[in-house]
């Protein structure tokens, strides 16, 4: 398995990638937890999909030869994004922020504002 070829699924956390990760290599959580320098109870909850991948995760897991920080980040906000984009208030906030260019777009700005 190459290292670097981890991050399929744009919706899923990339605590499944860890996890498989993990198995394919023939580590248990402790042991890789020991590898890359986090706390067991940390790398669990990012399997879990509780915990986020941050930057000095990615990096530690670049460190230890498992794909680019960049990469680990990148699959992190893509996730992140998937998560936020299906959020009931952030798609009501954005209808209403597209709702408001489109007025301003057909309204001068000074008449909505003046009413």
């Given amino acids: 398995?190459?290292?670097?070829?981890?991050?399929?699924?744009?919706?899923q956390h990339p605590g499944a990638d860890l996890e498989r990760l993990i198995k394919d290599y023939g580590y248990t959580q402790r042991e890789f937890s020991s590898k890359i320098n986090i706390a067991y109870s940390l790398?669990?909850?990012?399997?879990?999909?509780?915990?986020?991948?941050?930057?000095?995760?990615?990096?530690?897991?670049?460190a230890a030869g498992y794909g680019t920080a960049e990469k680990w980040m990148i699959?992190?906000?893509?996730?992140?994004?998937?998560?936020?984009?299906?959020?009931?208030?952030?798609?009501?906030?954005?209808?209403?922020?597209?709702?408001?260019?489109?007025?301003?777009?057909?309204?001068?700005f000074k008449f909505l504002k003046g009413h």
């Fill in 75 to 108: 699959r992190q906000m893509q996730h992140s994004l998937s998560i936020a984009k299906q959020d009931s208030n952030v798609i009501k906030i954005n209808e209403s922020i597209r709702t408001w260019n489109q007025l301003q777009d057909k309204l001068p």
């Fill in 43 to 62: 790398l669990n909850n990012i399997i879990k999909g509780n915990r986020n991948i941050n930057l000095n995760i990615a990096l530690s897991l670049e």
């Fill in 1 to 11: 398995m190459q290292k670097e070829n981890l991050m399929d699924n744009k919706s």
